[in-house]
């Protein structure tokens, strides 16, 4: 079954193509972040409107590469949520076209369902059950991976995403956006030691998380030594920032596969290619005689691949939707749209 695959939830607009949800044929993306990088961040008007303008053109794209017409796509399938929500209305609009044109079903895909079956791409052997890290810009969640449709989510930040710290920790730093990579870069030529970061506990769940109060720490740790004329030693602020974000993450995820009893942990979503947390996360599999799968650093960004995996899943458990496909900002992954 060959699926045509639209992603357009946030500043990448990206078109494949995937056979029976493991096997990709085609994979564009075409990146808008020089273009937000201006503005130090994802403005979405602008990510809605270059959308427009790309996603006919990366169809077609998609199709070329794959070696196939449009008359040998069986479904088409698009992020419907969560994102920004001009952005996702973009592939949305264009998808329900897209399979009303061709006479196929269309198959809407949560986001963070899609960045979890990357793993199946690079992992021909994984299948459910399985936890997944699902860490990226937008969230960043715990998923007891049950079935390939069927998920409940054990943790979750109750503020801000770990991606987005992470941005926002690079910005006052000075670092381009997306800032993730770059702090990676910097933290990777220190020790660091030096800056006393908070690690944050929230009440009512221990395996939840919270972000922003480490974000404020490192936005005041930096004005006040700018105040102050004091030099600051970026690395080691990178490096000191990413051991707080892994020490929010890493210890939850330790403590849900004894709790779950799961034996295979699946990272995902664009903070899964930071080095450190993958060498931490390996660390703890490891103590926890789990086995570990991180997705290649080119599938832990935003894709259409993983969208055209998840939605083969989707649709042989009958998640197939109407041309009257809404888009949403927001949705719970382990919630269905009603037919
Ligand atoms: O999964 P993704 O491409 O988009 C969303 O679905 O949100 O994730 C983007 C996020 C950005 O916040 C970016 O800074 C972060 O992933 N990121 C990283 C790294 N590479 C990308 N964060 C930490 N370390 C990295 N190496």
């Known amino acids: ?34 273009m937000h990088a201006i503005y130090g961040g994802v403005v979405p008007e602008i990510a809605s409107r270059k959308h427009v303008e790309a996603i006919a053109g990366l169809a077609d794209a998609a199709l070329e590469q794959a070696g196939l017409t449009r008359q040998d796509i069986d479904a088409v399938a698009v992020t419907y949520a969560p994102g920004l929500i001009g952005a996702v209305l973009v592939g949305v609009s264009f998808a329900k076209s897209a399979a009303y044109a061709l006479g196929v079903p269309l198959i809407p895909v949560h986001h963070i369902r899609g960045h979890i079956a990357a793993n199946y791409l690079a992992f021909p052997e994984l299948e459910p059950p399985f936890l997944a890290l699902a860490i990226s810009g937008g969230n960043t969640l715990i998923v007891d991976v049950r079935d390939y449709t069927d998920m409940e989510i054990l943790g979750a930040t109750r503020d801000d995403a ?124 490891s103590q926890a005689g789990a086995r570990l799968y991180l997705p290649p650093l080119r599938l832990c960004g935003d894709n259409g691949a993983m969208i055209g995996a998840q939605a083969y899943y989707e649709y042989l458990a009958g998640h197939t939707a109407p041309l009257d496909l809404n888009a949403y900002a927001t949705m719970d992954l382990d919630q269905q749209i009603q037919k």
């Open 162 to 285: 770990a991606g987005e710290c992470f941005d926002k920790a690079a910005r006052v730093l000075g670092l381009p956006y997306p800032g993730g990579k770059p702090m990676d870069q910097l933290a990777q030529q220190s020790q660091g030691g030096k800056y006393d970061l908070p690690r944050a506990q929230v009440s009512g769940s221990d395996l939840d998380m919270s972000f922003s109060g480490l974000k404020t720490a490192v936005v005041n740790l930096v004005h006040n030594a700018q105040q102050k004329g004091e030099e600051l030693d970026k690395s080691a602020l990178a490096r000191d920032f990413t051991m707080a974000v892994s020490d929010e993450l890493i210890p939850r995820m330790a403590l849900a596969l004894q709790r779950t009893g799961r034996t295979v942990v699946a990272a995902a979503g664009g903070v899964a290619a930071n080095s450190i947390i993958r060498t931490r996360l390996q660390e703890a599999c």
């Open 1 to 34: 079954m060959n699926i045509l695959a639209f992603e357009s939830s946030c500043d990448e607009t990206a078109v494949a193509v995937v056979r029976d949800g493991r096997t990709v044929l085609s994979d564009v993306v075409l990146s808008q972040a020089d």
